[in-house]
């Protein structure tokens, strides 16, 4: 067979097995993510429906709510957080209670909500008992779903909530203190790092300095800085 007759074989099959819709598969990806920028609103509610009843980890047999995230699915700010809380895990929404409060606030101060603008979701998309710190055999079966995530989003810039947070998506282990005010990169996606809300209500003095990061944030994502 020539290669215009593999090819076409190679079309044959793909169609009795995948039907018409084009699926693209990633080699980290378990799952087929379908694209359809027409409707991309529907692809990424899709796409939850498809994932969220995921075992791949023990976090399954303890959870009440597998918590994809939620918000614009056209944003162009992704906000990025550890795991959810025991009041998301109930809920199943990101920052839920007291600490999504502060979050919307801050929000709100740079003219945007969980509605509009923003996406928010979780390196683990279900509860760490007593809400340890993500396990990294936990960071790699769940990752894949925020890599697919930013696919289906595609924001100008993710903001990754915290150290925790930060060390995953920057695969360094330094601190807090020097991830701040530096652009990264997460495939092919400005980062930047702040603080989680959780410590902003638990020290005071900090507020100042996450309002200088997300002035910082508000122009970029508005296009005031590069
Ligand atoms: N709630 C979340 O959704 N993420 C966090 O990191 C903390 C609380």
């Given amino acids: ?9 190679f079309i044959q099959r793909y169609k009795i097995l995948y039907g018409n819709v084009i699926y693209k598969f990633d080699e980290d990806i378990d799952n087929a993510v379908q694209y359809n920028d027409t409707n991309l609103n529907a692809s990424i509610g899709k796409y939850e429906t498809s994932i969220r009843n995921c075992q791949e980890c023990k976090l399954s047999n303890t959870r009440l709510n597998f918590v994809f995230g939620m918000g614009d699915p056209n944003a162009d700010l992704l906000l990025v957080g550890e795991a959810p809380s025991k009041e998301d895990d109930i809920k199943g929404t990101p920052f839920a209670g007291k ?70 998506l920057l695969q360094q282990d ?30 005071k003095n900090l507020k100042q300095l996450a309002w200088d990061d997300f002035q910082w944030i508000r122009d970029y994502v508005d296009g005031n800085k590069n």
């Fill in 174 to 203: 330094i601190p807090l203190e020097d991830m701040r005010k530096k652009t990264f990169n997460y495939l092919d996606t400005p980062v930047r790092v702040t603080y989680h809300p959780a410590s902003l209500l638990i020290n």
């Fill in 1 to 9: 067979m020539n290669n215009l007759e593999l090819f076409h074989e």
């Fill in 99 to 168: 600490i999504g409060n502060l979050l919307d606030n801050i929000l709100s101060a740079i003219g945007r909500n969980r509605f509009k603008g923003v996406y928010i979701t979780n390196i683990l998309k279900c509860r760490p008992p007593k809400n340890r710190d993500p396990l990294i055999s936990e960071v790699n079966k769940c990752e894949p779903y925020l890599k697919n995530q930013l696919k289906f989003i595609k924001p100008k810039l993710i903001i990754a909530l915290g150290r925790i947070a930060g060390k995953i």
